[in-house]
């Protein structure tokens, strides 16, 4: 009856379509399969697809029930706009077709068990926007009939552009057209799930194959692409058989199965690009950034003219405080009826002040801009898909990422690295059998005005992040050893190889943060130039030299279980309830490889993510929060023995010094620099987002303190003569002119500004004070050390002890701000006021009233929180003494983040959770393990300060003290048996050790 239908068109309408539904009742055999994690394909932005008189969309689908909001079925539109054009099933599992001319829509209750044929068709000149299921009109709309407009949003097939409102269900096949087609030809194509193309068509696919990183048209000249932040998803092996067992490398993060999630694969950088390594078998992903990708362009953050509303705010949340010191005067908890009405008056005056600040004080743009992807490495093997023995590494000591596993009786491997000295990400893939490398190498990005070339044994991947911005490129040179090499299209094919070598490099027009005048083409034909005789052998030599000159200073060891044999997935399940003492090693150790790969000298430093980083809009933009962040990041530096990697953070202060000077003027009339909570690629220094946490005026203060802390620790006089006093004696100046003198207690506090980030707006909090007098204290004490600004240093001295001091509260807490108004049942993330008990030295156990309320702050706060605040909170509790507290904590930040929720964690590849991902987790952990091991801020070297009952037993070389000195311990049953203590200038240093301090010489270093 079927092929009776089809042959014979001379059967009634009625006949044709009783056939129609017939064939549409079929079972799918193979389809693509949109779900909330399923991979999407999309048309990039072209030209054929920038249709303004006519288009037509079809699909067949099976739609499972949906909620409301229904799913996309082919979206080139706009988000939010009716930009572009759109089939969809909203409400539910109806039918919409959009466009300029609005929305036509049917209620079609489309099923999850028989193929629809659904049409769109839109004409403006014809007068047409309709909507067809199964080979009939269902719905039709007048209208205007405009153009469509333009979108320049990609075509996406099963969900939105920006991978959201998914389809549940599946696509068999789908087609775009620039005409509108007639109802004759849409019935003759509903009857068929095969069709015969029509003219017009600019692409029609079949999703009845498997998944794979591109599919070509049926008809038509349009190939859909896998959109590369839902790829892993798509391309994890059909099967794994056989069980690896651990690498015999002794630091290494280990796994049994390919990445499926971007916080699963393994990480490399080189300070200048950073890249996730997927470890796929049937295809691998290498998406990679360059550390200049970001959004903007050059551009002055300051708000002109601001200075004027600064004397008004302040006025306001001094009202504010008035009227709260009343309140807590009638009722010290302000629950009085008197007090609660005291404090509602104030919160309308901070809620003034909020909005003035709002009005008249913010950046300009209101948001800084955002780091970004660059693009994706991809290797399609053939026949990979069932494969045996895998396993995956990542090497901290040799900074390789390693795959291997087997297919039949051949035994395949992939390392890869990113090179400092060569400014590349190197790749090898090896067969051990003659002749059976075959595979597909592709570069793309998610950047919509990108596009690739395949040139000889080259691909080229040129773009822009926006116009007038950011212009980015980046070049893999192939090398195969056997076999041949040829182009396909916009990739490279590799047949009968023997092994394959890849040098990826990446380059923008970027030279500073006020001028993007390079030539990214230029830069990276220099790039693979500098190294085009390099053998895969030299190129690893020469890595390795760099790697492990920086991560072999530092050896720890805290003992090793079986469970260190475990994969390192498993080992974060167990690790709260078992016994490895080896991951918090080799978290360690993590911490300070993680710092080596995403910040170098030359490069910017690392950001909330590092240098990594998969999406176009990732958290927090992925830039630089300097009320906690950033600095955090740099916690390990000194301590950790990798002092190089903190130049990029000093060059970017040198960047700040300049914009923050031009903030400093137009916001409060002040000399100096200053920077407020977030800066990015363009060095915005000005308060962004909201007034209630974005205007917080010392995350200059303390990012300078770093420059000091930096030579603390090496007793650099001509790096502070030259940049760090300098730099720090600018931060200071603008807090002699910014502090207030206070008229309720005399005091000189900061305001307007914020406890971060919470309480709002305020004048006093407890952290600016903080860190304003310990950078005085530090500059007073640099002007000393060179024999300078003896004048200034002597108006610093004055200032000291007029700052607000650190205050005791009612429930025996520190309190965060001027006001005793703490919450004793707070538990925020933020622990702002403790910054004077770490990373700063402000409250020491000699002042043990303040040292005391610090600890019950501390309590008060809780031990779960987010991944970074865990972090912070293993270093509080080692500066408190305490190991025992501070490993409840890392056993809190050692949550398998994929299991628990509610609080921060780990992902699989040891990666920080906030959740999302914030690296800064991972370098405060690192920082706060060496805190638990050695401590110097007090004119003393401590060894073992807070050693855990866990720990009892174990030895650690190279951590660095103040004063310029090298430690080595050795332990058992929680006593030192051995140190050393060496420095390039041997002399006399105290040494508390084991309940003593001693005097001792330094070795000579």
């Not at 906030?914 to 070297?941: K, R, V």
């Amino acid at each position: 009856m079927l092929r009776t239908a089809l042959r014979n068109r001379r059967h009634s309408m009625k006949i044709r379509l009783f056939v129609v539904v017939c064939l549409l009742a079929v079972r799918s055999f193979g389809a693509l399969t949109i779900s909330a994690d399923s991979p999407l394909y999309e048309v990039p932005p072209c030209k054929a697809l920038d249709l303004a008189e006519e288009v037509t969309l079809e699909a067949w689908v099976q739609a499972d029930k949906m909620g409301e909001g229904g799913g996309r079925i082919l979206d080139k539109s706009t988000p939010g706009s009716q930009q572009g054009f759109m089939l969809d099933t909203h409400p539910g599992n109806s039918l919409r077709f959009l466009n300029a001319n609005g929305m036509c829509r049917f209620r079609a209750n489309l099923p999850a068990d028989k193929w629809s044929h659904v049409v769109g068709v839109y004409s403006a000149s014809k007068h047409i926007h309709k909507l067809y299921l199964n080979g009939k009109e269902v719905a039709s709309i007048v209208g205007a009939f405009p153009p469509m407009t333009r979108s320049n949003e990609p075509l996406r097939v099963g969900a939105d552009p920006r991978g959201d409102n998914r389809l549940r269900g599946r696509i068999l096949r789908a087609a775009v057209y620039n005409r509108a087609l007639t109802a004759d030809e849409i019935a003759r194509r509903a009857a068929s799930t095969t069709p015969e193309p029509l003219p017009g068509v600019l692409g029609e696919w079949d999703f009845s194959v498997a998944p794979s990183l591109s599919i070509k048209p049926v008809a038509g000249t349009l190939s859909l692409q896998l959109v590369a932040r839902s790829a892993a998803a798509a391309l994890r092996p059909a099967t794994i058989s056989g069980e690896a067992v651990a690498p015999s490398t002794p630091l290494c993060l280990w796994y049994r199965q390919p990445a499926t999630a971007w916080e699963e694969a393994l990480p490399v950088g080189n300070g200048h690009m950073g890249a996730m390594v997927f470890g796929g078998a049937p295809v691998e992903r290498i998406q990679f950034n360059e550390h200049t990708v970001w959004t903007g362009q050059p551009h002055s953050y300051a708000h002109k003219g601001a200075v004027k509303a600064l004397p008004e705010m302040r006025r306001l949340l001094q009202e504010m405080r008035r009227l709260e010191r009343e309140a807590y005067q009638l009722d010290p908890k302000g629950q009085s009826k008197e007090a609660r009405e005291k404090l509602k008056q104030a919160r309308e005056y901070q809620k003034q002040a909020d909005n003035l600040g709002m009005k008249e004080f913010m950046s300009e743009p209101l948001h800084q801009k955002a780091y970004q992807p660059c693009g994706d490495l991809w290797i399609e093997f053939d026949e990979h898909s069932s494969v045996t023995d895998y396993r995956r590494w990542l090497d901290l000591d040799t900074a390789l990422a390693v795959t291997e596993y087997k297919v039949g009786n051949a035994a395949f491997r992939r390392e890869v690295f990113a090179s400092h000295p060569d400014r590349a990400i190197w790749v090898r893939v090896a067969a051990d059998k003659p002749g059976k490398l075959n595979c597909l190498v592709r570069l793309n990005s998610p950047h919509k005005d990108s596009q690739t070339v395949a040139r000889g044994a080259a691909l080229i991947l040129s773009g822009c992040v926006e116009p007038d911005g950011i212009r980015f490129e980046s070049r893999a040179a192939l090398a195969a050893e056997g076999g041949t090499l040829n182009v396909e299209g916009d990739a490279l094919r590799v047949s009968g190889a023997n092994a394959l070598v890849i040098r990826l490099v990446a380059a923008t027009n970027f030279k500073s943060y006020n001028d993007i005048t390079a030539d990214p083409s230029a830069r990276c034909a220099a790039l693979l130039k500098q190294a085009v005789d390099r053998s895969w052998d030299d190129a690893l030599k020469v890595h390795l030299a760099d790697h492990q000159a920086l991560f072999r200073r530092v050896s720890l060891d805290l003992g090793r279980t079986s469970e260190a044999d475990k994969p390192t997935d498993e080992r974060i399940k167990n690790f709260a309830a078992g016994n490895d003492p080896h991951l918090a090693a080799l978290a360690f150790q993590y911490g300070r490889y993680l710092l080596i790969g995403s910040s170098r000298p030359g490069g910017q430093p690392a950001n909330l993510q590092g240098i990594w980083n998969d999406k176009l809009r990732p958290p927090w933009d992925s830039k630089y929060t300097c009320n906690i962040n950033t600095e955090m990041n740099y916690w390990p530096a000194e301590v950790a023995n990798l002092s190089e990697c903190h130049a990029p953070l000093f060059d970017a202060l040198q960047d700040l010094s300049v914009s923050g000077a031009e903030v400093a003027r137009e916001h409060y009339g002040a000399r100096g620099w200053v920077v407020h909570h977030n800066f990015d690629l363009w060095r915005g220094a000005a308060p962004i987002n909201a007034a209630n946490h974005g205007i917080w005026v010392t995350g200059s203060g303390w990012m300078a303190l770093h420059l000091w802390e930096h030579y603390l620790f090496t007793q650099d006089t001509t790096f502070l003569a030259k940049r760090g006093y300098p730099l720090m004696k600018g931060a200071a100046q603008f807090y002699a002119d910014f502090l207030y003198e206070d008229p309720l207690t005399g005091w000189l506090i900061s305001g307007p500004s914020n406890s971060p980030e919470q309480g709002g707006l305020v004048m006093g909090p407890t952290m600016d004070h903080q860190i304003i007098r310990s950078l005085f204290k530090a500059c007073i004490e640099a002007a000393r050390i060179l024999d300078t600004d003896k004048e200034f240093a002597a108006k610093l001295a004055t200032m000291v002890p007029r700052i607000a001091p650190n205050q005791v509260g009612q429930y025996g807490q520190l309190q965060e701000w001027t006001e005793d108004k703490d919450d004793p049942k707070n538990q925020h993330r933020h622990v702002s006021h403790l910054w004077g008990v770490y990373p700063g030295a402000d409250i020491t156990p000699q002042d043990r009233k303040c040292f005391e309320a610090a600890k019950q702050s501390l309590l008060y706060r809780g031990d779960a929180a987010t991944g970074w605040s865990m972090g912070w909170k293993v270093n509080l509790w080692a500066r408190f003494l305490d190991g025992d507290h501070a490993m409840v904590i890392l056993k809190n930040l050692f949550t398998p983040i994929w299991l628990k929720k509610g609080h921060g964690g780990l992902y699989p590849n040891l990666f920080d959770a906030h959740p999302p991902f914030q690296i800064d987790g991972n370098f405060g952990a690192c920082a706060g393990i060496a805190e638990m091991l050695l401590q110097s801020h007090l004119g003393e070297i401590h060894l073992l300060p807070a050693l855990p009952k866990d720990w009892p037993t174990g030895k650690v070389t190279g951590l660095r003290a103040r004063g310029n000195f090298t430690v080595d311990i050795e332990w058992r049953d929680g006593k030192v048996t051995r140190y050393r203590i060496a420095s390039p200038q041997p002399r006399e240093v105290k040494v508390r050790v084991n309940g003593e301090v001693k005097t001792v010489r330094a070795e000579t270093l």
